[in-house]
């Protein structure tokens, strides 16, 4: 199974900052990464596919890179409504797996 | 407007048994595969199971490999999760999901449904 290491687990930040979160595969994944928000009693919400592809509707302070088994999700400027839990999942192979998570605090 | 709506949790013995359903609405049913994705209580997320399109190919975590079995019903545009032998760890809220770009990007969820395995 391929093992996802996410970083940080949580984050402090402020309105307007620029952050960025990690996530590692254990192997090589094609880019077949995803990036979803989470907030409080609800379902996840995708942000990012293909590792960089903007999801509809998912405003363009969010963005990705990365390739092989090293990926990241930054948020350039950061709002009051993207405080919330960020999770990396790779489907290059099932089981997909997803990383820890990461919680972005005020 | 897709809509995937689960149903069947609820409280269940360790060592019992439960079936999930998912109806799901908005999008051409029989030609996505569909899966299902469950979070533990203030915990991350797993992947459970994957079902193909026609529903000839199924894949499992092994963690519930042997115990849950994923089915699909096309004319009904319905997706199952039975759940036998079930432990204390499966209590999570379950969420069917489907991808309408590549079957593993989730980009619909349904509201989800819990389970709670508890004597």
């Known amino acids: 199974d391929i093992q996802m290491t996410q970083s940080p687990s949580s984050l402090s930040a402020s309105v307007g900052d620029r952050v960025t979160i990690s996530c590692r595969a254990s192997?090589?994944?094609?880019?077949?990464l995803a990036w979803y928000q989470q907030k409080p009693g609800k379902a996840p919400n995708l942000l990012l596919y293909t590792a960089f592809k903007l999801e509809g509707g998912v405003p363009s302070r969010f963005s990705g890179s990365g390739s092989g088994t090293d990926y990241t999700l930054t948020i350039s400027s950061l709002q009051p409504e993207d405080f919330a839990t960020y999770y990396c999942?790779?489907?290059?192979?099932?089981?997909?797996?997803f990383g820890q998570g990461t919680k972005l605090e005020i | 407007e897709v809509q995937l709506l689960e149903s069947g949790g609820g409280l269940v013995q360790p060592g019992g048994s439960l079936r999930l359903s998912c109806g799901a609405s908005?999008?051409?049913?029989?030609?996505?595969?569909m899966s299902w994705v469950r979070q533990t209580p203030g915990k991350g997320l797993e992947w459970v199971s994957e079902i193909s399109s026609g529903g000839g190919r199924t894949f499992y975590a092994d963690s519930v490999k042997g115990r849950f079995t994923i089915a699909r019903d096309n004319s009904k545009d319905t997706v199952y999760l039975e759940m036998n032998r079930l432990r204390d760890e499966d209590t999570a809220i379950y969420y069917c999901t489907y991808g309408s770009v590549y079957a593993g990007s989730h980009d619909y969820w349904g509201q989800g449904t819990l389970v709670t395995v508890s004597s």
């Open positions: 192997q090589g994944i094609s880019n077949s």
């Open positions: 908005g999008f051409i049913f029989h030609s996505y595969a």
């Open positions: 999942q790779q489907y290059y192979s099932t089981p997909y797996t």
